[in-house]
């Protein structure tokens, strides 16, 4: 009886850990400036010409392209693809940024789940559905 409402709750308090703490900031700057300002971080290019978004990590400029790896990779653990595209290319560039609103709503959820949780074993706990039963 305790399984379903178990499931649900953690259903809920687990699906907002998937993009948890972490939102895509446009950059305002010009492409060139905006890839060597996230080199230390994950990058979402837009390109120009199809609209495409590509996800990469360690971004770099090199000549007049950008050079950088796949992050979604599902090859050899060892060493992610090497992806390249022209600067004049992009048409924006967005970093991985901390959100506030995002942590909040994590810690908020997951302290949620577990007061319910809680409040639920108790319930059953003393109206006879527990393991503990008062009389």
């Known amino acids: 009886m305790l399984k379903r409402p178990v499931a649900g709750i953690l259903l809920v308090t687990l699906i ?4 948890a703490c972490t939102t895509w900031a446009v950059q305002r700057v010009p492409a060139a400036q ?3 300002d996230a080199r230390s971080r994950d990058a979402r290019v837009r390109l120009r010409y199809d609209h495409r978004t590509v996800v990469v990590q360690k971004a ?5 392209s950008v050079v950088a790896y ?8 060892d060493r992610p693809p090497r992806v390249s595209a022209a600067l004049a290319d992009l048409r924006e560039v967005a970093v991985a940024e901390p ?22 074993a108790a319930h059953n706990m003393s109206f006879g559905g527990g393991a503990f039963t008062l009389k």
């Open 16 to 19: 907002p850990q998937l993009t």
């Open 34 to 36: 905006a890839i060597m």
């Open 60 to 64: 770099g400029i090199v000549g007049d």
């Open 70 to 77: 796949l992050w979604a990779h599902s090859g050899p653990a």
């Open 99 to 120: 959100s506030e609103l995002k942590t909040l709503l994590l810690v908020g959820t997951v302290i949620g789940g577990l007061y319910a949780l809680g409040a639920i």
